[in-house]
């Protein structure tokens, strides 16, 4: 009974979930000019004028630019934290891995307020650099703690083996540790990507016109005229977004299969 208590629980909870999408995602494929049911018929022009469309075009290929931007520099100053706190080479590691989890915590209009400060001082604001460190600064707790989990799963003792062989402390890290911390290393960078696809508050206060996303087209769109449009780029946003997170399941499950053979 409380088996199937449970997975009751589960199938319901999976439906409250799934209950915006499903209902939003079919009007990405009307054939009219409203967000309404019934459609009057099946049609790609909305993905169309995705493709068409100037400022829908700029904004894709903006998303695109600043997200991988800041994924690589996300995931080497992730990587760079997680190694430090993992081999305490800071004073008072537990604080310390608490301030990289601020940002995961702290109200996206106060963090956005103290970054449109930051850079407004460094001259980097309404600048793709200024919008792929606002990016970055809320992607690195992704990676801080995908790595993080990803080293501690590494048996220090195949490293203290590869040392004793003669491989110096850069050999080891490049040939052992690296391989090994490889799959958090993914998995980092598939949330940090989908992090920096979906965030509109920080965007708002640091990007400036030229820099518009397609997360922040899509509130710009809602705020002006609601379009069957919106609905087309939300379908993209879901397909990229369930796509990296298979992708990080993949390489999780790899990650699980290959532990008990280390």
């Keep these: 009974m409380l088996r199937g208590a449970q997975a009751l629980f589960g199938t319901l909870a999976v439906i409250f979930l799934l209950a915006p999408l499903v209902a939003i995602l079919p009007l990405a494929f009307t054939s009219g000019i409203f967000l309404n049911y019934p459609m009057p018929s099946v049609s790609l022009r909305w993905f169309d004028e995705l493709a ?75 600048s793709y650099a200024g919008v792929i460190l606002a990016h970055t600064v809320l992607c690195v707790p992704f990676v801080v703690v995908s790595v993080s989990t990803a080293l501690q799963g590494i048996d220090r003792r195949v490293e203290r083996a590869a040392a004793s062989l003669g491989a110096s402390p850069a050999t080891v890290f490049r040939r052992v540790t690296l391989p090994l911390a490889m799959p958090g290393m993914v998995t980092g960078a598939v949330f940090a990507f989908a992090t920096s696809l979906d965030e509109v508050v920080l965007t708002l206060f640091v990007a400036g016109p030229n820099q518009r996303t397609l997360a922040r087209q899509m509130f710009s769109s809602i705020r002006e005229n609601i379009s069957p449009a919106i609905a087309a780029a939300a379908f993209l946003l879901i397909l990229g977004t369930l796509l990296l997170a298979g992708l990080a399941g993949l390489m999780n499950r790899r990650r699980r299969v290959q532990r008990p053979s280390a």
């Design 52 to 126: 068409s469309a100037e400022v829908w075009r700029l904004a894709i290929v903006n998303s695109l630019v600043i997200g991988l931007g800041a994924t690589v520099l996300s995931v080497v100053l992730g990587t760079l934290a997680a190694l430090g706190l993992r081999n305490n080479l800071m004073p008072f590691p537990n604080v310390i891995r608490t301030f990289f989890l601020l940002p995961m915590v702290v109200p996206a209009v106060v963090l956005g307020v103290g970054l449109q400060i930051s850079l407004s001082r460094l001259g980097l604001t309404s």
